[in-house]
């Protein structure tokens, strides 16, 4: 794959996708490092919402606002990125959580997650890129033998 097949998204394209999709991977700072996790969410104008319980997200998000956020998909032989940095705070004010409650983000995982929190995108990029047949990811070690899989 070369430079020229690698295409940045525009914003509008960006959020196409980001309204398409419901799972992403929310980056937090844990600890002085960085962790991440996958949630379920959903737009709301230019943020997103993820609803967590209390744990490792909500006190990082606490700690250190700042995040990031990522998705990538497949769509028609191509592959795309879409990436969203910004500040999450957790949504609190009574008349701001009766229109939360009211958006599609109904957890995955079993368990109380009574927290919402509001992603406010301050940067999105995105690209996208034709997916290449594996066949041209011959290497030395393409014909080694590997051990089978469980």
Request: net charge negative; aromatic share 6%.
């Amino acid at each position: 794959m070369n430079a020229e097949s690698t295409w940045n998204l525009e914003a509008k394209d960006c959020w196409e996708r980001l309204r398409a999709t419901s799972v992403g991977r929310l980056a937090v700072i844990v600890d002085d490092a960085p962790e991440i996790f996958p949630v379920n969410f959903t737009v709301e104008h230019s943020a997103l919402v993820i609803r967590t319980g209390d744990g490792t997200k909500i006190d990082a998000i606490r700690r250190h606002p700042r995040v990031a956020f990522e998705i990538d998909g497949l769509e028609s032989g191509y592959a795309f990125s879409v990436v969203v940095k910004g500040e999450a705070k957790e949504i609190s004010a009574p008349e701001e959580l009766r229109d939360t409650v009211s958006l599609d983000v109904s957890p995955l995982q079993a368990g109380t997650k009574n927290h919402f929190i509001r992603i406010l995108a301050e940067v999105v990029t995105g690209r996208c890129f034709p997916v290449t047949d594996a066949s041209t990811w011959e290497s030395a070690l393409s014909h080694v033998a590997r051990a089978p899989q469980e």
